[in-house]
Structure formats: C-alpha cells, structure tokens
C-alpha cells in the first residue's frame, strides 16, 4: 500500500525558493508515478507538475513552468518539488500523489482522478 508524505513547506517572502519533498513508501518506486498538486482555500486542486518514475519523463503546468523543477531520488525513494521566485499567488497547501498504473502518461498527469494515493499535504504561505 503506497504511503505519502509532503513536507518542506513554509513561510518565505516573496522572491524566496522552497524545495518540498514527497517520501513515497510501501511500494516498488519505479512502478509509480507521482504528480504535485496545490489547493489554495476556496479554489479547486491544481496540478502543477507529475514525473514517471519508470524512465523520468516530466509535465508542467503551463503557468509553473518557468519557475517548478520536479525530481526523483530513487535511491530516497522521494519527489521534489524545488519552487524558484515565489509569489503570493502561490500559497497553497501542496499535495502528492501517486499512480501505479502501468499506463500512466504525463501529460494527463495535471489530472487528480489519475492518481489513486494522496499525502497530507504541506503548507506553502508566501508574504508580499
């Protein structure tokens, strides 16, 4: 049974970077993909950014692009989402989650009924 787990996120100013964290357990990591997603309260859940853990491919949501970098450690068995020059636009709590379909595709991965597993989530505040 796969397991979640965010953290590393925070309170920063605005312009500042975080690099958050999903430790994935439980499950082989190369069968999984996983996807960050971001809610901000009274908004429906976004999907930023998703990496296929078989052969590393990634997808981005258009507006994260030039500032998201998504990464695994398969020695750590964990996804990163490093955030360069945050915004306040970007406060949010931030989820993973994870597929382990066999026919998972990137670029459907910014989708949430994709994924079958979700972390707690981890808070993202940034101050203007």
Do not use: H, M
């Not at 975080?18 to 430790?23: M, Q, T, V």
């Not at 971001?38 to 981005?60: F, L, M, W």
């Amino acid at each position: 049974e796969v397991r979640l787990v965010e953290s590393g996120g925070g309170l920063v100013q605005a312009g500042g970077s975080l690099k958050l964290s999903c430790a994935v357990s439980g499950v082989t990591f190369d069968d999984y993909s996983i996807g960050w997603f971001r809610q901000a309260p009274g908004k429906e859940r976004e999907g930023v950014s998703c990496i296929r853990n078989s052969d590393a491919i990634t997808y981005y949501a258009n507006s994260v692009k030039d500032r998201f970098t998504i990464s695994s450690d398969v020695a750590k068995n964990t996804v990163y989402l490093q955030i360069n020059n945050l915004k306040p636009e970007d406060t949010a709590v931030y989820y993973c989650a994870a597929s382990g379909s066999s026919f998972f595709r990137p670029v459907r991965g910014l989708q949430p009924n994709e994924y079958d597993s979700w972390g707690q989530g981890t808070q993202v505040t940034v101050s203007s």
